[in-house]
């Protein structure tokens, strides 16, 4: 089933096109990225999904209903930018509250709200007002607000931005325990967070979707594969090397020690021996092998 259909999707603000014919299909599965360089209208398009406001034109449909319905009560939830707690109210009542909101009752809601606590593993800080969290715990809390209920469709607009790297990791560990009871759609600038959580990727630029892509499929025969060397001496002899392999069908240096090689995929396992005598012949040593093309490659290359 289709999670968001939308459909020519445009969202002025005066003359400002921040969304511009905007089309694109989600199905159910692994976590969807919205990816786009600041004011490319990733926000916008969230508001547009919740339903917060209108499209100037275009259509959008949510789990087959319009966006903003009612029908949609409980079955999608969104964590905003800047989503933020009521400081005079405990974690644990305003957790209980959201769940009322959604249609649950008192006893079935708090239930919610002390579930969803353990899977963000802020237990203990319960009955603590969010005057008492940090910044990471704190989006925490809000994005265990965000699971309550269990919604079929999770919105999380930048989850991991500005916290610190453990707060960071723990989210994402979250999110890929849950991803497979919800559909998240995670807006990020982090796109090695979204390659490890993300299975398909939007790409919006000025308004305008300029590619959507499946984050781990390959197109064709030619797979691609990113090998990255430890320091980051002069690359040209082990450039020369690889480049005598003939199952090597192209080779670009991607960073100072990053090289992305295109081979013939059905000769994987030779190929595979045959670069690893190279790296030896040379005495070069590798930092990691990744099979397939890094997301910043296939957006930006
Ligand atoms: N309420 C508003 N009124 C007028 N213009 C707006 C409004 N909200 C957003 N915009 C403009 O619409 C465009 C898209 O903004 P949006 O916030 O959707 O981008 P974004 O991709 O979320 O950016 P960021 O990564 O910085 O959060 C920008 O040019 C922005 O200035």
Partial sequence: MSIIVAKSLSKHYGTNKALDQVSFEIEDG??????????????????????????????????????????????????????????????????????????????????????????????????????????????????????????????????????????????????TEQRTKSKFLISSHNLDELEKLCDQVLYLDNGQLQQSLSIHQHSDSFEFLTLTLKGSENLKPIIKEIQKIPLVSNIVQTQSNELSLQYDSEHSLDFEVQLLTCLHKKQCQYQSIYKGKRLEDKLFS
């Fill in 30 to 175: 692994l976590p969807t990225a919205l990816v786009g360089p600041n004011g490319a209208g990733k926000t916008t398009l969230f508001k547009l999904i919740c339903g917060f406001m209108a499209p100037t034109s275009g259509e959008i449909e949510i789990l087959g209903h319009k966006a903003g319905s009612n029908s949609l009560i409980s079955k999608m939830s969104a964590l905003p930018q800047d989503s933020l707690l009521d400081p005079n109210l405990a974690i644990i009542t305003q957790l209980t509250q959201f769940g009322q909101l959604q249609g649950l009752s008192h006893t079935k809601a708090k239930h919610e709200a002390i579930k969803v606590l353990e899977i963000v593993e802020l237990t203990d800080a319960a009955k603590e007002k969010p005057t008492a969290l940090s910044h990471g715990m704190a989006k925490r809390v809000a994005i265990a607000q965000s699971l309550i209920g269990e919604p079929e469709l999770i919105l999380l607009d930048e989850p991991t931005a500005g916290i610190d790297p453990s707060n960071a990791k723990t989210i994402r560990t979250l999110i």
